[in-house]
């Protein structure tokens, strides 16, 4: 199976005082006990970094470089990708989803990925199946 990891689960886990700590790095074992496949993008990662950097300080970014990249498989959003979200993103008219989720809706469409591991409502909102 591949799992979609976004932002939200990746700072529960590299976080301990996010809400959603205990139960991302559960989910996260179990995951990679049973040898599933862990793809995000390159977006998800450049929030993910940014967000750790500004809340916890470089050290996280680091520990999330040397223990969470090696295993994750990174999909690149190219001009392509990007422009057809950024379209999306317009035409939608919703202001709360970032043209993070939407390339990262654009992948779980295109990219035969199973599930997300997010604690995003949109996610959740736009049909895709959680990791549980």
Not at 56 to 76: E, Q, T
Request: with cysteine.
């Amino acid at each position: 199976m591949s799992i979609f990891i976004d932002t939200c689960a990746f700072i529960a886990l590299v976080n301990s005082d996010d809400e959603y700590n205990f139960i991302a790095a559960d989910l996260f074992k179990k995951a990679a006990e049973a040898d599933e496949k862990f793809f995000s993008s390159n977006y998800v990662l450049l929030e993910t970094i940014f967000l750790l950097q500004r809340e916890i300080g470089l050290s996280a970014v680091n520990d999330f470089r040397k223990l969470m990249l090696p295993i994750i498989n990174i999909i690149w959003v190219d001009e392509k990708i990007h422009n057809d979200c950024l379209n999306n993103l317009i035409a939608a008219e919703k202001r709360k989803i970032s043209l993070t989720d939407y390339s990262s809706f654009y992948i779980l469409d295109n990219y035969k990925i199973d599930m997300v591991f997010s604690f995003d409502k949109h996610f959740k909102e736009k049909g895709y199946k959680f990791l549980e």
